[in-house]
């Protein structure tokens, strides 16, 4: 098991290990390119775009309406290049006619495409519905829940004193947990699903939705792992819990989960983490406690030169006390030459409790 108050950060690199997700600009290709179309517009039949959006508007919407969320996609496909994300670009542009919707609707397409292609999606036997969880072999997402379940004899001890903070819209932390512990402590599905709703982790931005209690759905409008994008399958719910930045702000008493989480803290690890300005300022943890408890700091950075790896130990620093660096913190580690799944190798027997 981990040591006591330990929280891992997660960012887009660290899904990128068994989703093959694309991140940064590579998501914003997509969403553009899926945002032209052009064809048969009568008919439904494309030449460019995304065939499964352009069906679910059509069948959605008529006439003004229609041609509004059109209007909206050709204002994505134009002006999101320059911007890092589509989160800061629906960020910028909430006030424009139906941008928010179309936005966050490509996101839920795009996330449910991955959860369905990747490794976990793959892995899922079609006759009973469970998870090989070998599909994750050699990823963080194995090394973690093997260390998560290490000297842990009753299953609903996992994960005591550990939190996860994941700024990714897929659920295949959770999904993978409940496989893994209805496998390995020989439980039901419906059990593990308990035990791991019932865990610290949590989604700023949000997911896709909760996923089913039951292994082949629960009849409760929750969306499966990897949903089946057919004309059964309604979209708009896979966007109601999907957040900008901006509205994540509004919503305090996860913030002060998070940010109390990392001020607590006495073991910090980032995975996959893009320490961008927006991220940054959900974890600032000043305001929180004026003694913040000294901590084991630790992130992957991979693609950081040993040049910027000071300056992301400051951004840590400033994260409890904004303008004035810490010592501590400014000794974090950060491994510019590990993958997440590396860095919780090379020190397993650091993050593990005695």
């Known amino acids: 098991m981990f040591k006591h108050d330990t929280v891992f950060v997660v960012g887009a690199g660290a899904s990128y290990e068994y ?6 600009s590579g998501l914003r290709e997509i969403i553009q390119k899926n945002s032209i179309f052009e064809g048969s517009h009568e008919f439904g039949r494309l030449t460019k775009g995304d065939q499964v959006l352009y069906g679910y508007l059509r069948n959605r919407y008529k006439g003004e309406e229609l041609r509004g969320r059109l209007n909206a996609l050709g204002t ?12 800061a670009f629906i960020d910028r542009n909430q006030d424009r006619p139906h941008v928010a919707e179309m936005g966050k609707l490509q996101i839920a397409l795009a996330i449910a495409k991955a959860e369905r292609k990747c490794k976990l999606g793959r892995g899922i036997e079609k006759l ?20 998560l379940f290490s000297g842990v004899h009753k299953p609903e001890q996992i994960g005591q004193g550990v939190t996860v903070i994941c700024f990714n819209y897929d659920r295949c932390i959770e999904f993978y947990l409940i496989h893994a ?3 390995s402590y020989g439980i039901e599905y419906g059990q593990a699903h308990t035990l791991v709703s019932l865990m610290d982790i949590i989604h700023p931005y949000g997911t896709l939705g909760a996923l089913p209690s039951g292994i082949h759905g629960d009849g409760n409008n929750t969306v499966n792992f990897g949903p089946e994008l057919n004309y059964s399958q309604d979209p708009w ?41 927006e ?9 929180y406690t004026t003694t913040p408890t000294k901590k084991a700091i630790y992130s992957t950075g991979k693609g950081i030169s040993e040049e910027d790896a000071q300056a992301v130990a400051i951004k840590i620093s400033e994260l409890f006390s904004p303008g004035i660096p810490m010592s501590w913190p400014q000794d974090a580690k950060i491994a510019t030459d590990v993958t997440c799944a590396g860095l919780l190798s090379r020190y397993s027997h650091t993050f593990s409790a005695p």
């Open 279 to 287: 991220n940054m300022k959900l974890l600032s943890c000043a305001k």
């Open 76 to 87: 994505i496909s134009e002006q999101l290049y320059m911007w890092g994300s589509i989160d």
């Open 19 to 24: 989703t093959e997700f694309p991140v940064g």
């Open 181 to 183: 512990i209805s496998r």
């Open 237 to 277: 719910r896979m966007i109601e819990s999907l957040k900008t930045y901006t509205e994540q702000v509004e919503e305090g008493d996860i913030l002060e989960k998070i940010r109390r989480a990392v001020a607590y803290s006495k073991q910090l690890i980032f995975l996959g983490f893009g320490f961008t300005p």
């Open 128 to 147: 009973t519905g469970n998870l090989k969880i070998e599909a994750a072999a050699d990823t963080w997402l194995e090394i973690f829940t093997r260390n």
